[in-house]
């Protein structure tokens, strides 16, 4: 054999060999490939929830062992704005219900899944501070997502809950309860309560959308328009309008207006048998609401002295501005509670923001419930605090159910949000003239409608409620 075959020879030996170790190690890595699963996880997070219940136990709670007096106790409230009591409600009621979010895991060992009440006190220590949820999962013991959905189950299932006790629309009893709250702190009949608007700043509201939420403060915001009563019960709330907003516009679409205009809201004046009443000499048939200069003079609105002159223009507008200042009050109490109201938003979704503050809205009312009544489980009466108070104790009655029903959905409905005070519908027996009783609905509904924006409209009698009050609050 001459060295030119030899070559050949040697150089297809040598490229038989590449090839079938390349081959043994193809296949090396697909054995390795194939028993990758039974492989135990090193890199994979464990999170201590039982150290972190532990530790819930041994700072708030302390309700196991040698753990009854616990480390922070006194300062559950400071931490996390609600009282241990109430807080002992949302564990037993959230706990109670069918919300599969909060059923234990049979397949897993209690040290296993977070506890229920890291489920709880995560959430509501991220609106009380106004932070991401992440802030507190080293404490808590939760990936990032999973607290972003501890938060928006919270959410859920306070709404699901709670909604129809503290959103609900002011019932007979509560509108006579009301009326005489005001009538002893305001010393005057037919107030209802304080009507304004307020801003939070949306930093993350997409960019397609900014124009549409540019509001008071010059940059993308969301409005949030209420009533209060003076203890800064929320009796009507409504948030997320779009458009260049105001306090008008946000008026224009509020339900509080389609109630004072459908009738619905005489309707249920007639029914407390809270009018008429009197201011000094005069009669007046419609419940009024106190608001600011900005605002139509509709003859159900009160409004101050843009620039008093006499001294009677002075200490009316003084007496106006001073009651008014429940709105004002309530505000600032919700804002500082719950500061995820008052710093910039940093969600995406606007139906995310909504339910938040939802949320948020509730559990103000629970705590105002709890500071008037002293009992996390009272049904709120606004003139508990008085000597004489119709209605305490009393019961929600299935009737009543029906206008909590109507309640918007402030989470359904991107571009107009209502959280409260939504429009029910009007006894069809009230308010009604004589010869349109044979009309057709539609009709009939249109011109009941008309009449009563009207009424609403009516600017002598705005001008007559307004120098009675200032006839009565000016001398």
């Known amino acids: 054999m001459d060295a030119n075959k030899r070559k050949i020879v040697v150089a297809a030996l040598e490229a038989g060999w590449a090839f079938m170790s390349e081959m043994a190690n193809d296949e090396d890595e697909g054995r390795e490939a194939t028993d990758h699963r039974k492989k135990p996880r090193s890199n994979r997070r464990k999170f201590r929830h039982g150290d972190a219940r532990h530790c819930i136990n041994r700072d708030y709670l302390g309700i196991r062992g040698d753990l009854a007096t616990p480390l922070l106790g006194a300062e559950f409230k400071a931490m996390f704005r609600v009282s241990r009591s109430r807080f002992q409600v949302l564990l037993e009621d959230i706990g109670a219900s069918e919300i599969r979010f909060y059923q234990k895991k049979k397949n897993l060992d209690v040290d296993e899944q977070a506890s229920l009440e890291a489920k709880l006190l995560l959430p509501i220590k991220t609106l009380a501070y106004g932070v991401p949820p992440h802030t507190f999962i080293d404490y808590f013991q939760m990936s990032p997502e999973y607290a972003r959905e501890c938060c928006r189950q919270f959410d859920i299932a306070v709404k699901k809950i709670y909604a129809q006790e503290y959103l609900r629309l002011p019932t007979s009893d509560d509108l006579r309860s009301i009326l005489q709250l005001h009538r002893h702190v305001h010393q005057v009949d037919g107030l209802f309560g304080s009507l304004d608007c307020s801003h939070t700043i949306w930093k993350n509201c997409p960019k397609a959308w900014a124009g549409s939420y540019t509001g008071k403060p010059g940059s993308p915001s969301i409005i949030l328009e209420a009533v209060v009563d003076y203890h800064m019960f929320f009796w009507h709330a409504s948030y997320g309008y779009t458009g260049n907003i105001g306090d008008l516009n946000v008026l224009a679409q509020s339900p509080l207006l389609e109630r004072m205009v459908d009738g619905s809201f005489h309707t249920l004046e007639n029914e407390a048998s809270v009018v008429p009443f009197k201011i000094g000499d005069q009669e007046f048939t419609k419940c009024f609401i106190l608001t600011d200069g900005i605002y139509p003079k509709f003859s159900r609105f009160v409004k101050g002295v843009k620039e008093p002159i006499t001294e009677e223009e002075k200490k009316y507008t003084a007496w106006q501005e001073g009651a008014r200042k429940d709105v004002e009050r309530a505000f600032g109490v919700l ?41 996390p489980r009272a049904r709120y009466v606004p003139c508990a605090s008085l000597d004489e108070c119709p209605g305490v104790g009393a019961v929600q009655q299935p009737g009543d159910l029906a206008a909590v029903q109507g309640i918007a959905n402030i989470a359904n409905n991107p571009t107009h949000a209502a959280a409260g005070a939504a429009a ?52």
Do not use: Y
């Not at 008052?342 to 995406?348: A, G, Q, S, V, Y």
């Not at 009230?430 to 609403?456: M, W």
């Open 335 to 375: 804002k500082c509670t719950w500061q995820f109201l008052d710093r910039p938003i940093l969600k995406l979704k606007l139906s995310e923001v909504a339910m938040r503050t939802t949320c948020c809205i509730i559990l103000h009312n629970m705590l105002t419930a709890d500071r008037v009544m002293g009992d």
């Open 424 to 475: 029910a519908p009007a006894n069809s027996g009230t308010g009604l003239q004589i010869g349109l009783r044979n009309a057709p609905p539609d009709l009939l509904q249109q011109v009941t409608r008309k009449d009563r924006f009207d009424e609403l409209m009516d600017a002598d009698e705005h001008v007559r409620l307004h120098q009675s009050l200032m006839n009565k609050f000016g001398s």
